[in-house]
């Protein structure tokens, strides 16, 4: 079966902190998105990966395709980052896979 | 930037009645999807779309079709709606890079 596993489930953390979200994977992928939903329900994609890193603004997502494991990184957090963050997975073909989400309050 | 946009924000429906739910895209995207969203489970796949009249059952589609007569368009039909699909629901439209576009969900409430 595959599975798509994040962790933390929940995450409080104080304005201006470091955060990570992990994501780990049980076969190997084709890509990994990680996404942001806010209250309210929409969905946006932040990062598409295959390898390595990337950064945008104060996100950054990492991916060890041998360890089967990624990570989303918010630097500098703000409250205006409280969401639902989501990894999903594609092996192959048109079907993703999703992690069930980390929910993340940042308190000002 | 791609707009992904539903009929209906929020919807409540008795047990027993047929019930659409609309997508439009608005960027001529091929592949189209439909999800639902249930807290501890994640997106889960409902039917996805991958041209005109072309459809794929995903992991649930019992209770669920699909209509895709225009390829902006993708209908998700309830048949005859039960409490256990009350849910939100989500459509997605999937570029040519596998980027994902989301609408912004539609909250049923089946009663």
């Known amino acids: 079966k595959n599975e798509v596993e994040q962790s933390p489930q929940n995450l409080t953390a104080q304005e201006g902190e470091f955060i990570t979200i992990n994501c780990s994977y049980s076969?190997?992928?084709?890509?990994l998105h990680w996404l942001q939903q806010h209250p309210g329900g929409g969905i946006v994609s932040l990062f598409m990966?295959?390898?390595g890193k990337k950064k945008h603004g104060r996100l950054i997502a990492t991916i060890n395709i041998q360890e089967k494991h990624s990570s989303l990184h918010i630097t500098a957090s703000h409250p205006r980052d409280s969401a639902v963050y989501i990894c999903?997975?594609?092996?192959?073909?048109?079907?993703?896979?999703f992690g069930t989400g980390t929910s993340l309050t940042v308190i000002p | 930037d791609v707009k992904v946009t539903q009929s209906s924000r929020y919807l409540v429906k008795r047990t027993g009645e047929k019930v659409f739910l609309e997508c439009v895209q608005d960027?001529?995207?091929?592949?189209m999807f439909w999800y639902r969203q249930d807290p501890g489970l994640g997106l889960r796949l409902i039917y996805f779309?991958?041209?005109?009249?072309?459809?794929e059952k995903g992991d649930i589609p019992e209770g669920y079709s699909v209509s895709r007569e225009k390829k902006e368009r993708f209908s998700l039909i309830l048949e005859s709606a039960s409490t256990n699909q009350t849910s939100m629901y989500l459509c997605?439209?999937?570029?040519?890079?596998?980027?994902?576009?989301f609408g912004p969900g539609t909250r049923l409430t089946v009663t």
């Open positions: 997605a439209s999937r570029d040519r890079v596998y980027e994902q576009y």
């Open positions: 076969v190997g992928i084709s890509a």
């Open positions: 990966l295959s390898s």
């Open positions: 999903a997975v594609r092996w192959s073909g048109n079907q993703f896979y």
């Open positions: 960027m001529d995207h091929e592949n």
């Open positions: 779309s991958y041209d005109v009249k072309m459809k």
